[in-house]
């Protein structure tokens, strides 16, 4: 049978840099039309604008129905490594649209390294449960990575995917692994936004903050018409305490969103409250809130930007609220309602309205099925439990502890609230570090350290706000109780 004539092949090394998201070089097979488009679509991909990636290869698909890659890029469009997510059913939707079986699929591919990525993508998608899909999917990337060594997708979407195999906290050597791989392309490609994006998740921690520097640097110069481009330094600058360079990414990424990045909107609120401009942190919370009241899928920040708020200013939570947050179905979103009920708890123990933060307490107890009477988690609990991220969980638990250890202190019993902190402490500790916004919204150690103030033990409160500084470098409040206890 004779080839169509849109189906010759096409095979260009092109380097394409549109609306200023960086440079790459990717050889595929299509019609110079769809290729352009699915060059567009890569480099989206790489920031992370995923319906804006999409758009761009259905659009190549489009314009060369049999173009086999640009099946292949809609798919990966649903899979969100970083954040633990994918949609298989629309993933196979979209392979479907090239061909009913992966058999007929891989035909369709003119060569064998574009066979090759085709079939990386159905191994990522095959049955089976998403960590298991996540680690046989980083397995071929690697196989891909050592096959074609010049090749810097290849290279590129195996540093992504051995970060999206780390899947239930930070694995450092998986991170490390990852960062190598993403050095190598940053080193022969400084333009390429996927390297430099993955360097700066590979390196988002105190720790590998400074090794991040680099890559945050030229980020959003490299990829400035991505809106996630221009957020991304933000996560080695908050590492790292650098507040002025957080407050500018995220502005400038929320300004860019037409004010619709929740996500950058929550970390300039955080850069606003350590830097003291408080005014301007109730301001963006009262617009987020006014924008998210009637959206579900965004309601979360409110709970988020509201606990930062209170436990920032220590001002009262009714003045932004008559109640907490209640409970949702799980994830990270029951992660920051339950931080909405410990602020207001906390709110409450700091203004003596002790029988209020017990009530809070409760809540919480009871969200987390701390209080079922038949000595076993409840059903929604186990829930909760199951659609939270080990950290998430860890969280939850160590909120409840400090909780309780303030109603304590506040009831005077000093001791039981002191131990109990301790144990919140060696929760945290247990905890990988996470980038962004701190969560538990109140550090531990710095809850602790300020308690170890209140009882006269300096020595120790200093001690504790160096570790609540290890953690998360430069924040306003452990930076002045640590001021405080060198004055004793």
Not at 73 to 99: F, S
Not at 279 to 308: C, H
Not at 369 to 385: F, L, V
């Amino acid at each position: 049978m004779k080839t169509p004539i849109f189906f010759l092949l096409f095979i260009a090394s092109q380097v394409f840099a549109a609306d200023q998201l960086g440079t790459i070089e990717f050889k595929t097979s299509g019609s110079p039309e769809a290729q352009k488009e699915f060059l567009h679509g890569v480099l989206l991909m790489h920031s992370f604008e995923y319906p804006d990636s999409r758009a761009a290869f259905i659009k190549a698909e489009q314009l060369d129905p049999n173009f086999a890659m640009a099946y292949w890029g809609e798919a990966m469009t649903y899979n969100h490594p970083i954040w633990m997510d994918r949609d298989r059913d629309n993933a196979i939707a979209a392979l479907n649209k090239l061909a009913p079986t992966r058999e007929q699929r891989l035909q369709k591919a003119p060569t064998q390294k574009e066979k090759d990525f085709l079939n990386a993508v159905e191994i990522l998608y095959e049955d089976g449960a998403k960590k298991e899909r996540d680690l046989a999917y980083a397995e071929a990337m690697e196989q891909m990575y050592r096959k074609y060594p010049d090749d810097l997708e290849a290279a590129s979407f195996y540093a992504l995917a051995l970060l999206g195999s780390s899947e239930d906290s930070r694995d450092i050597p998986i991170y490390m692994k990852a960062a190598a791989v993403a050095e190598e392309v940053f080193a022969k490609n400084p333009q390429h936004p996927g390297a430099v994006h993955y360097l700066i998740h590979s390196y988002d921690d105190p720790v590998h903050a400074p090794l991040g520097l680099r890559a945050a640097r030229v980020y959003a110069r490299i990829a400035p018409s991505a809106v996630h481009a221009l957020h991304m330094p933000s996560h080695i600058f908050l590492a790292l305490g650098m507040w002025d360079d957080v407050e500018s990414c995220n502005d400038a990424s929320w300004k860019a969103s037409k004010f619709h990045s929740y996500h950058a909107a929550h970390w300039l609120e955080y850069a606003y409250l350590q830097k003291g401009k408080f005014a301007e942190a109730r301001e963006l919370f009262n617009k987020v809130e006014s924008q998210t009241k009637s959206s579900a899928d965004y309601g979360w920040y409110i709970p988020a930007m509201r606990s930062a708020y209170v436990i920032e200013t220590q001002s009262k939570f009714s003045d932004l609220a008559a109640a907490p947050a209640v409970p949702s179905a799980g994830g990270e979103s029951f992660a920051y309602d339950i931080a909405d009920i410990f602020a207001a708890g906390l709110s409450a123990t700091r203004e003596k309205k002790i029988d209020d933060a017990i009530k809070y307490h409760s809540e919480i107890q009871k969200a987390v099925g701390s209080t079922d009477n038949s000595g076993s988690q409840k059903a929604e609990c186990k829930a909760h439990a199951a659609n939270m991220s080990p950290a998430e969980n860890l969280a939850v638990q160590i909120m409840e502890k400090e909780l309780q250890a303030a109603i304590w202190n506040a009831q005077g019993k000093k001791e039981d609230a002191l131990q109990l902190l301790k144990e919140a402490t060696a929760v945290e500790d247990s905890m990988t570090f996470e980038f962004g916004p701190p969560l538990p919204v109140k550090p531990s150690h710095e809850l602790y350290a300020e308690f170890l103030m209140e009882a006269g033990k300096y020595k120790e409160a200093q001690d504790e706000f160096n570790k609540a500084l290890a953690r998360a470098p430069g924040r306003t409040l452990s930076l002045r109780g640590l001021a405080e206890t060198r004055k004793q």
